[in-house]
């Protein structure tokens, strides 16, 4: 029988994150893996995986928000926004100061509108950005509101014309740490590009419960299904009568658990679906008992 659940993976740097699938098919045995968030190969830490059933979670695990390290270096901006692509501008950020820097930072903190990088997996016209990019083509991406929860400096380092900034950043899915890098370089007049990148946290899932390929290898660790939702969403407890109603897709009332997902568990404890609550009903976006 199918072991299904999530595996917190402390992603190695070079990676992509489809390598981490692909290895992680070979350790589960199972081709049905998958994985909530990207990260660029640059980028280590949280990559939650799911592996059986549990690939139904990932869509609404990926929404959550998440937490990171970066390091930004100003004074030099690459075409790719990151130090995996080639420095197109140079300009002293010897002159910036730290009050500067700071109010640059709290700039880019709260409710923002971002352009997505030019290298980046988003689909302009049924073509992914970055494809158009390595062609040579210009690619015109739209703004897009995120949310910035917080942008924390924890050290700046100085060197002739350079400045490395190490911050944390806790955002909404979908932000791009590369063009903070990248926005706060230009709001600053020396342009900026991200050099380090290690994801902290994906929702509830942080760095404490993740694991290397090689542990993994050694010890394959499975956060049950159960396990799982409880942790990542409200969770509501229904009678018998409920769960055999939501065991074949049917609707219940609403219990005011919040617009997100919500866990639904039987009178056992056994997870049977999630549900989203729209109105006065709660439907199931994933029926989980056979």
């Not at 002739?160 to 791009?176: E, N």
Request: proline share 5%; net charge neutral; glycine share 12%.
């Amino acid at each position: 029988m199918e072991n299904s659940g999530l595996v917190i993976v402390d992603k190695p740097a070079d990676w992509t994150s489809h390598d981490v699938v692909g290895r992680m098919r070979r350790l589960a045995k199972t081709r049905r893996v998958g994985h909530a968030g990207t990260l660029d190969p640059m980028a280590t830490g949280v990559l939650v995986l799911g592996v059986g059933k549990a690939t139904r979670l990932l869509g609404h695990l990926a929404l959550t928000e998440k937490g990171y390290d970066a390091t930004i270096r100003l004074g030099q901006s690459t075409n790719t926004d990151d130090a995996e692509g080639e420095i197109t501008a140079a300009a002293s950020a010897a002159a910036v100061t730290d009050e500067a820097l700071h109010a640059g930072v709290a700039a880019l903190t709260g409710r923002i509108e971002q352009v997505p990088p030019q290298v980046s997996a988003i689909k302009v016209n049924g073509e992914r950005a970055y494809k158009m990019a390595r062609k040579g083509e210009e690619v015109e991406l739209k703004a897009r509101p995120v949310t910035v929860h917080g942008f924390t400096v924890t050290g700046v380092r100085r060197d002739g014309d350079l400045i490395d900034v190490d911050a944390s950043v806790a955002c909404s899915s979908g932000t791009y740490i590369r063009a903070l890098a990248r926005d706060l370089g230009a709001s600053l007049g020396c342009g900026g590009h991200l050099t380090r990148l290690r994801r902290t946290r994906v929702g509830p899932y942080d760095l404490g419960m993740a694991r290397t390929l090689d542990e993994l290898a050694g010890d394959l660790e499975i956060l049950p299904m159960d396990e799982a939702v409880a942790a990542a969403f409200p969770r509501r407890d229904v009678s018998a009568d409920d769960a055999r109603k939501v065991a074949h897709g049917g609707r219940l009332p609403a219990a005011g658990l919040g617009p997100g997902p919500v866990g639904v568990f039987g009178p056992d404890g056994t997870l049977l679906a999630l549900v989203e609550e729209q109105g006065r009903a709660a439907r199931p976006l994933a029926v989980f008992v056979p």
